[in-house]
């Protein structure tokens, strides 16, 4: 699916919802598609969701003028879907970047060589928003001592 004409949407309220959101961006343009983006377990928003014209000016011109304005009593923050944002970090990161010794030392995140870094990563774990999400399958079992 092509990220044209897709907006990233964050700082959202917990109580926003799709019709909410809808709603607030409809002025700019037909949508094809919204998504506030839910926890798993507990269905409550995560505060950042997606909004999908059907054309990519309409797009841009909801970037232009929703960003920094008020949702459900919240300043968003408006982007393209897929560019990265303000926040450091984000997207997936490698184990051996958590375990290595010498990460460090050599001023690098390791390897570099071949492929992307999302090839490699992808299946070790998330580290979203300050918080190392890691698969079980790639914890180290150690006896807690004491």
Known sequence: MSDEGKLFVGGLS????EESLAEAFAKYGNI?????????????????GFVK????????????????????????????AGKGGG???GGTLSRSLLFSSNVRGQGGY????????????DSYGMYEHGVLRVRASCLLHRPRLG
């Open 14 to 17: 917990f109580d926003t919802t």
């Open 110 to 121: 390791g390897d570099r060589s071949g492929g992307s870094y999302r090839d490699s990563y």
């Open 87 to 89: 926040r450091s970090g």
């Open 32 to 48: 094809a598609k919204v998504d506030v983006i839910r926890d798993k377990e507990t269905g409550r928003s995560r505060g950042f």
């Open 53 to 80: 014209y059907d054309n990519a000016e309409d797009a841009k011109d909801a970037l232009e003028g929703m960003n920094g304005k008020s949702v459900d009593g919240r300043t968003i923050r408006v982007d393209e």
